[in-house]
């Protein structure tokens, strides 16, 4: 690994010297194996929702007890006037910090700004601090921001992560509120976080990652506040490293740099002297460490490495401090109204609906999302594995499935083109709210790898009432989302999509609305509804036979194949029971893996491709019996109208009848 470790985030050559000379990194310690498996790795608490109260590693069955926390080097301080270790020139100058993010991009050119003195210049591309800023304007939402952050500790399971952990932290240095996310990952080595601190690299190769673009770490910290520490431990063939990053916009903006300079330090553990090492020469390691000591809430080198403590044998911490204000001068993010959540302040907005139905209206999920964390976290992920928890202010975040709130569920199948190529199959789900139509809350809650990227997306603006509370879920992998998450581009292929969705939800309206009490005002034509039966599944005796038929013989081929998945694919599903069924097709799919970091076994492959072949036969069978009921009512007009001809060649009959006995009379 190379090393250097006062990152200039500006150079388009990483092999060129940075900034200020290419560090040779001591040769790699092993770690012995027996230890690191002895490590006993943090406790959580228990899933049933009970507060955890610590995620500690045990001391004394620890392989890093041993570690000194201090004594490596002394408590060193870069004087504010002291240029000796970076060197600096002129121009550009930065305006002093705000405490309001939107404002905190402002600068003003002048004289006093200091330029980094790099060998090659001309060899570089200049990153300005104002861009940090700028780039994490692309969120608009708080919550946004740090749902990237989860995302990243999510695409983690795959490398042994069981939880994430969202909470208020403190300033040692002022007291004042910080934002802690931590999870026990693969953590991070020196290379990694480097990467991490530096624009555009990802190391995301697997399909069923969230992340992809190299950049969600930069933009949604810089979002939430100026500041940010990383803490980072990582095991990699027997040997154990940390790593300490600091991307400090206040740092930039008040030293007046005018590039992005990131200070790290990097240990390796000893296993044969069972201490610290520093991977990286002292002298560079001692400005780096000041830097950190200086700009960080960390005053000592011991407080610092205290913060692995309970990082246990591997994982990532993440301290976000000098949080934004609001135009209103309070935090932005609020910890005090509720212990148990964090909340955006002052975002709590009145609904515009008859006073008997407001309640019901401001406490409904699709309401709250928008200003609670905990209500965002629940609907965040259509699906995580059992062993994954999230943990926000000590508390288990219970997932929540939308499709328990829906009733009247249909089940549509739709199969996007493009150049006459179906690009997916998608099964979405749509229903009323089970508060309807007191609850006037509608739109489409649309996921891309199982992670929410448009939460109750309204693609209708409703007219007399036509689409409130109709409600849809669905996984839509076809299209690409933005770099923030929230939303998706804009292509031909997501306007059909967006095209498609509102004509489901008028189709829904005008056969259901009915059993609300609406009086339909759009009747549906007989094709037309003939076509929605063959395209959907409705609450009948014959769906709930077909389903039933269905969940045998996909129980069967679990218990044949052996499958040992931890959450079941399919459950027993009572479509007369509309809670249990939307959860249940909701979950499915129609074999998209909402698990994203647990590769489908065959057998799930199997259940998948067997799920669509049932459906495909579900239709043709539906299909047949539309065409023999067709058929029946034709056959009825024609012995109807045959009994009436009968009858009516009767009456002939019985006339010429009485006329030949009224003629034999005469005679």
Partial sequence: MGGIEIIDLSSDDESEKVIPIA???????????????????GQLANRNGSRIHSVRQDSE??????????????????????????????????????????????????????????????????????????????????????????????????????????????????????????????????????????????????????????????????????????????????????????LSYTFLVQEKLDRIVVPMVNYEFNSSTGSLEILNGKEHFVTNLSLILRWSPYSSEEELLGQFNDVGSHGTKVIIYNLWLNDDGNLELDFDTDPEDIRIAGDVRKIDTIPAWREANEKHIAHRFRFCLRVYMSILYLRIPETFHMFLRGIVVQPHNIADDLKYPEFILYKPQVGGTVEATVVTTVGFLKEAPRVIMHGFNVYHKSRLILPFWQVVNYLDSRGRGVVGILQADFVEPTHNKQDFEKTSLFQKLEARLKEMTWEYWDVHCRLLGYREKYPVPKAKQAELNRSSYSVDAKAANENAELRKRTMRNTSEQGSNNKRKIYESVDLHNSKKHAKEENIKGVGLSQNMQVIPSPAEQMLDQETLILLEENQKLRTKCLESEK????????????????????????????????LDVKD
């Fill in 23 to 41: 560090v040779k990194q001591e040769p790699d310690l092993v770690l012995d194996v027996k230890q690191e498996k002895s490590t006993n790795k």
């Fill in 61 to 246: 069955n620890n392989i890093f007890s041993n570690i000194p926390r201090n004594g490596l080097v002394a408590n060193q301080w870069l004087p504010p006037g002291d240029d000796s270790d970076i060197s600096y020139a002129s121009p550009i100058c930065a305006a002093p910090l705000t405490r309001q993010f939107w404002k905190a991009g402002t600068y003003d050119d002048g004289p006093a700004c200091k330029k980094v003195t790099v060998q090659n210049a001309k060899n570089y591309l200049h990153v300005h601090p104002m861009f940090l800023h700028s780039n994490a304007t692309s969120h608009k939402w708080a919550f946004g921001a740090i749902a990237e952050l989860l995302d990243n500790a999510v695409d983690e399971i795959q490398n042994g992560a069981t939880f994430v952990l969202v909470d208020k932290t403190s300033n040692p240095k002022d007291g004042s509120p910080a934002l802690l996310i931590q999870d026990d990952g693969g953590g991070m080595d020196p290379e990694a976080m480097r990467h991490c601190m530096s624009f555009g690299f990802s190391d995301k190769k697997s399909k069923l990652a969230i992340g992809q673009y190299g950049n969600g770490f930069k933009t949604s910290t810089m979002r939430l506040g100026a500041d940010v520490i990383v803490f980072s431990r990582h095991m990699s063939n027997g040997i154990l490293t940390q790593s300490i990053g600091l």
């Fill in 631 to 662: 058929i029946q009512e034709e056959l009825n007009l024609k012995v109807t109208d045959l009994r009436s001809k009968i009858e009516e060649a009767r009456g002939q009959h019985n006339l010429l009848l009485a006329q030949l006995q009224l």
